[in-house]
């Protein structure tokens, strides 16, 4: 009888849990892909069908673009999806790095994808379009879910280039965060399409028409730095989940029919990056987006480049400014002093 | 004796512009081949979808001489065709889209295909019978590339579509 219970208990509990995730590595020598196209072609399944998650991970320095990636043929559910992740040398830090760090450049569509609940962190994107066609740098295309965080989308002079385009939120909120997305003609983030109440947060975008258009669909906008944008916010935000506490070096940020929004927003601020012409979007020591975020702590709590806001006080933007430990020299002479005081030779 | 010099000094000489491709060589898992017609995922949505992914024979990536490839970037997953005397600017048209210009909307699928270019299944077919055995590629020059490479029409795809919905 017990022989046979156990039996039956592992007939049920086996089949709860799912197949082991599994990692293939991306990278120009030694791993299992040359590129993430090959690695998408290679593997493309039903993942919940097949009960399975899998992580595309690209590793070490990349000597050359990648000149596209398209993620189509697949499909996947909230527990059951692909995520693609760059890791150590290949992951987007807060300066864009067209030598060593991964990239997928090309005209109109450097990142696409059509698939839904699809996670991509850690890239670069860069599109060098720079007439009238439409080109997006991350483009979610119409699929619902997905989220895109710690990226580096970067345009060019096209009229139409955006950055990071969510088509369709769908009935989960997608998620856009800690990305940053610069010389973006048209829109920095686009998620006037999206449903379901995409969170836009921790973003930093910088020299773009407008930096986050949304519509009313639910988009939420907190802690996000607009910087050399025309038009910070357009269209009209979630009205019950409030847009606030961004940063701006306008005079204003706008949101229509949402007179609650806005709290907390910095406006008329100064410059508060390393070296806007180098690329490089590091907050600058005492600048005025330090500290001043809202906690967003019980959604994320990581940042561009592999940090952790650890330090309890939410920066505004992409990047993470963390500080060296205060007193620690100090510490060491008070002991020294202490030990001198005392007549114990140290 | 001379023969073979001239075979060597082509192959060293045309190093100089010369493109790998890596051509898919599985069927797609929703290779319409495998799922009989008439069955309820027979949308235009679901069909337009599955016409958009790779399939056999398209090529997938297009890299220049040398490559290293991954440990999967091979049999099953794809075959790898040299092209000797190809440059990456001639061969970067093989991974192109198929774009319907005629669509109304963009948010409709302007894109139809992800690849515009296919090589006949044939080839694939044959290159993977090779494989191992010869080589771990195929080598074509760039007059037998184009005779072999076939285009994908926006009205023949839409057409099947239909006659496949008429089943």
Known sequence: MRYLLTLGFLLIAIPCFPQAARTYTVCESGCDHATVQLADDAHDQDLPANDSILTFEIQNTWTSDETGVSIVGWTMDATRFLT??????????????????????????????????????????????????????????????????????????????????????????????????????????????????????????????????????????????????????????????????????????????????????????????????????????????????????????????????????????????????????????????????????? | MRILLTFLFLLIATQAQSVELAVKAKEHWQSLANIPAGTTQDTIAWLKDVWLQKHKGEIVAVMPNGTTWGRLDAPPNYVIIKVPNATMGQASKYISPLIDTLAVNESDSVRVKERRWHFLRKVVDSALTLWGIDSSYVILTNAQAVNIVREYNVTAIKQKIINRLRQ
């Open chain 1, 84 to 346: 693609i992740t760059a890791v150590g040398a290949a992951r987007a830090g807060a300066t864009y790095d067209g030598t060593n760090a991964y990239r997928t450049v090309a005209t109109t569509a450097p990142f696409f994808n059509s698939e839904s609940f699809l996670v991509v962190d850690g890239i670069q994107a860069s599109t060098t379009e720079t007439g009238a066609t439409v080109a997006r740098c991350i483009d979610m295309g119409s699929a619902p879910n997905c989220t895109v965080k710690n990226c580096f989308a970067k345009g060019s002079t096209g009229s139409n280039v955006t950055g990071i385009n969510f088509g369709a939120g769908g009935t989960t909120a997608g998620v856009i965060r800690n990305n940053i997305v610069i010389d973006c003609p048209l829109k920095g983030i686009d998620i006037s399409a999206a449903i379901g109440g995409v969170k836009a947060d921790n973003n930093t975008i910088e020299n773009c028409g407008i930096g986050v258009e949304t519509n009313t669909q639910d988009g939420i906008i907190r802690n996000t730095i607009f910087f050399n944008v025309t038009t910070p916010v357009s269209g009209v935000p979630n009205l019950t989940t409030l847009s606030e506490e961004n940063w701006t070096d306008n005079a204003s940020i706008t949101y229509t029919s949402c007179g609650s929004c806005g709290a907390g927003d910095q406006l008329s601020q100064p410059d508060p990056f390393v070296a806007i012409g180098s690329e490089n979007y590091s907050l600058a020591s005492g600048s005025t987006p330090i500290d001043a975020g809202k906690d967003l702590s019980a959604d994320f709590s990581d940042a561009i480049g592999g940090k952790t806001r650890t330090d309890g006080f939410f920066d505004k933007g992409a990047d993470e400014l963390i500080a060296a430990p205060v007193g620690g020299d100090r510490v060491l002479i008070r002991i020294g002093m202490m030990f001198w005081h005392y007549g114990i030779e140290i």
